[in-house]
């Protein structure tokens, strides 16, 4: 079974700087899915980003990018010119390649300060 | 808006009551789940669907039952509640079983069985 391991349970960051959250897992596949996933405090669960194991290009998407560090089995997502508005939990999650299981971490807690 | 919507949004439960949350998906997706989140332990996957009249048992099925008679909704029922089944319920949909598109996630229902 797959395993996603989030070892920052709160971080903080002043508004404007930069932070980074980690993320490892543990699987034995070799072709699998990679998510980021923003909860607000709205509850609403909101897609990131995502990158596929096969593709060495990290994902990026505006002020969010990852570094995906295959052999490592670590995914780490980067928010640039942080705003208040992301001040969230963020969930990393493991998708298999069947894609039948969608394994999440335990999250992090991420407080932007003004 | 087009989406995934859950009801109720809010329930207090006895201990050994039933009942039943409907999640309701009008994108035309194939695929459901049914996720529970849990303090510091991210979401686990109930129970999922691949398509109109199947399902199939995620990491915690026990103690709970789904059923999928039409494409767009996604019923998770709980026969007889225990306290162990306090948490919030989230149900998801997606395009592609590996999440291409990723999933999207209704606003949640929290549970309370006393």
């Known amino acids: 079974a797959q395993t996603v391991t989030q070892s920052q349970p709160e971080m903080s960051v002043q508004e404007a700087e930069t932070v980074t959250l980690s993320c490892t897992y543990d699987t034995s596949e070799n072709n699998y899915y990679l998510f980021w996933y923003k909860q607000p405090p709205s509850r609403q669960m909101i897609l990131v980003i995502r990158?596929?194991?096969?593709?060495?290009q990290n994902a990026t998407e505006n002020r969010f990018s990852v570094n995906f560090q295959k052999a490592a089995k670590s995914f780490s997502l980067k928010i640039s010119d942080s705003q208040l508005g992301d001040t969230a939990m963020y969930f990393c999650a493991f998708m298999n390649n069947a894609g039948n299981m969608l394994t999440f971490g335990g999250g992090t807690r991420l407080m932007v300060k003004p | 808006n087009a989406g995934v919507t859950q009801t109720p949004k809010f329930r207090v439960l006895k201990t050994g009551q039933s009942m039943t949350l409907l999640c309701a998906q009008d994108?035309?997706?194939?695929?459901m789940y049914w996720y529970r989140q849990d303090p510091g332990m991210g979401l686990r996957l109930i129970h999922y669907s691949v398509g109109e009249g199947t399902t199939a048992k995620g990491e915690v099925p026990d103690g709970y039952n789904v059923s999928r008679l039409k494409k767009q909704n996604f019923l998770l029922g709980l026969e007889s509640a225990a306290p162990s089944q306090t948490s919030v319920y989230f149900c998801?949909?997606?395009?592609?079983?590996?999440?291409?598109?990723?999933?999207?996630f209704g606003s949640g229902t929290r549970l309370t069985v006393v």
């Open positions: 990158q596929e194991a096969y593709k060495q």
């Open positions: 998801a949909s997606s395009y592609s079983l590996q999440g291409q598109s990723g999933y999207t």
């Open positions: 994108m035309n997706h194939e695929y």
